[in-house]
Nanobody
């Protein structure tokens, strides 16, 4: 059973930075796509960023130029570097992974709060 564990969330002032980590119990390199989604209170879970098995990245328009996603296969960890944070970035951030059989896995989430 694949397990994804997020960490790195917290409280930060607007304009600040945070780096989220997603540690996988399986080989990150074996997932065809790993990414991040977020859910603000009372809203649906939205796509943030993904990185594919070949390293292609994709970002939501709202975070382009501010967030980067990277993968360390040796550590089975995916990172989300978040810069120039805004209050509207406040949400629970979830790690997501899709394997070769198209099975999808989710982490338990980590809270990010950006104060104005």
């Amino acid at each position: 059973q694949v397990q994804l564990v997020e960490s790195g969330g917290g409280l930060v002032q607007a304009g600040g930075s945070l780096r989220l980590s997603c540690a996988a119990s399986g080989r990150i390199a074996s997932f065809i796509r790993v990414g991040w989604y977020r859910q603000a209170p009372g809203k649906q879970r939205d796509f943030v960023a993904t990185i594919t098995i070949i390293g292609t990245t994709n970002f939501a328009d709202s975070v382009k130029g501010r967030f980067t996603i990277s993968r360390d296969n040796a550590k089975n960890t995916v990172y989300l570097q978040m810069n120039s944070l805004k209050p509207e970035d406040t949400a629970v951030y979830y790690c997501n992974a899709v394997d070769a059989s198209r099975s999808t896995y989710w982490g338990q989430g980590t809270q990010v709060t950006v104060s104005s």
